[in-house]
């Protein structure tokens, strides 16, 4: 009954993992470099330390130098900030990223501000967000997530100039910036957060969606115009005692009810989520692109 | 046969700069310093000159110091940036304002950039752009137009979280922050720009409507909800014989008609223009209290 086509994103993710790998080739080839992206992470939680794994794995398929370093759940916010430092001053390190969350005892605003705007491949830093806001200034990075939602929309051919465009969420890490990223491809937006009245009447009029909420399944198929294009942010495990580990995945759309009535629909698991890792390597590939002036 | 509640911004202005005036005489009384505004002009626009000499009034008028240099036509980059960087280095100045537009030769976003976050009473400055955008951060200056917008709504009892807010246009320098503004007092916002096909039905949603288009009276009855509040930032001049100087001013609303809808309106003049001029005030107390410790 399903009708909506189903925007593959472990796909898309993949030809731009071999787009990347290439020009990374190129890179060796003239310059003698690769790219290089350090990872941070403090303490031991096991979910943090599956992606920073899954990212070192992603980089050394494309051929970019990976670095990391891991501090013990009790390193001081001094030790963190000499580890973020360091990689700020070596040439090799292009892309420096901060596993979050920290633990509670350092500031997160701190040890992510003490990354270097040149080196900033997750686009959190002020800096970025501001030239990112700004029309006529061009930020060095943008924030992955957000990134790789308008590159599954290009890749899927949807056009976005003219287009009602809803954006569910408004965090600094998704919702703002996908909103930013919409509207700076000529899409009329409107934002939806938890204090909106009615976010089923207006996500109604709305001919992209992007849902980046962390409730499971909150958007239903009344809440979708026949014919729109869902991507689909949220990853939500909820209980489910047929699966092997006793829960599954879900997104912040209910997919079985949206399929029938949008014209394209990324899935949870493989739509947002591995175009994320690549939008990373993208970002730090172009780092050391813009390092070595290619 | 007109409804509307009329916002007297002019009368608005004038509380929020007789409020300046005791917070800057009580600083005299206390640390036995005054806030400090410095402008620097850069030609001879006579539009430019009179915008600044209305400043240096403004200033005067709540006890506010206000220096300024005017260089000619014909001045270098470097002299400009010497003279903001002069005043960068001023103890006694607390805010810097380059008038805008400088002549063709010089790069706007490289001067205006070389003024110091802290002094950035205009707040164009990336970085402060950048913590408006993100929760948890807050800029140390918002641009003075979309902060008198806000500020208008609140001192006219309007409540905004909760409520669906249409701003029309984009600008950097209104449309934009004034959007950000809204949406951080909770409103529901949705951005209309140039390649909106369909401005009056989206409009229409809209129980908050800000318009900064500069194109004169764009904004008919039929685009405006019954009850709606409706904030003209426009400033334009047209052709009229009748008038003293062959002009007359009006704003991006069409006064006439939509006064009959709306449940507030603001008029042009006499409505956001001079709640801009209070507005950098405000912006240069708050620097100097910052400065000062108070
Ligand atoms: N695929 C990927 O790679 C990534 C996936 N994610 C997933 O995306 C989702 C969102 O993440 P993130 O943005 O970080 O989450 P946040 O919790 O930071 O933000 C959630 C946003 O949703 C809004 N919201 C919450 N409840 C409702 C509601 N009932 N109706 C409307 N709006 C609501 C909140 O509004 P308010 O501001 O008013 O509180 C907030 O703006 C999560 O499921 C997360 O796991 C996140 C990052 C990467
Ligand atoms: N009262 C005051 O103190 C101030 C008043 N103003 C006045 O406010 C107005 C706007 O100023 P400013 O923001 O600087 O202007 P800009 O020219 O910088 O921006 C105008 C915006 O309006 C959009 N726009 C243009 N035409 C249309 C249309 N037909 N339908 C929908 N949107 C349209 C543009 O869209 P796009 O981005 O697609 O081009 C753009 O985003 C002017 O009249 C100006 O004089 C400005 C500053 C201070």
């Known amino acids: 009954e399903a009708t909506a086509e189903v925007i593959d994103g472990k796909k898309i993710a993949q030809d731009v993992r071999r787009e990347i790998a290439q020009e990374v080739l190129k890179m060796k080839e003239t310059v003698g470099k690769v790219p290089g992206l350090a990872v941070v992470l403090v303490g031991n939680r096991t979910d943090s330390a599956t992606y920073v794994r899954s990212k070192k794995k992603a980089c050394e398929e494309v051929g970019i130098a990976s670095f990391g370093v891991t501090l013990p759940e009790d390193a001081s916010e001094q030790e963190v900030l000499d580890a973020v430092s360091k990689f700020n001053d070596d040439p090799s390190v292009h892309g420096i990223l901060v596993q979050l969350p920290l633990p509670k005892h350092m500031s997160e605003e701190k040890v992510v501000g003490a990354i270097s705007v040149e080196k900033d491949v997750d686009g959190f830093h002020p800096l970025n967000v501001g030239r990112l806001a700004l029309q006529g200034r061009t930020p060095l990075f943008v ?33 703002m910036p996908a909103a930013i990223l919409l509207q700076g491809h000529n899409a009329t937006v409107t934002t939806v957060h938890s204090r909106t009245p009615n976010p089923a009447e207006v996500t109604r009029s709305a001919d992209i969606v992007i849902a980046a909420v962390g409730v499971a399944q909150l958007v239903r198929g ?73």
């Open 143 to 175: 924030s992955c997530t957000p990134k790789g939602c308008i590159e599954l929309l290009l890749r899927s051919g949807v056009e976005i100039a003219g287009k009602h465009a809803v954006v569910i969420g408004r965090s600094n890490v998704v919702g």
């Open 222 to 294: 009344d809440w979708i115009k026949p014919g729109a294009v869902v991507i689909d942010v949220g990853i939500n495990s909820v209980d489910d005692p047929s699966a092997k580990k006793g829960y599954r995945l879900v997104g912040d759309v209910c997919y079985a009810e949206v399929a029938k009535v949008a014209s394209k629909i990324t899935p949870v698991p493989g739509g947002v989520g591995p175009m994320t890792i690549a939008m990373l390597l993208q970002n730090t590939l172009e780092s050391a692109k813009r390092t070595f002036d290619l």
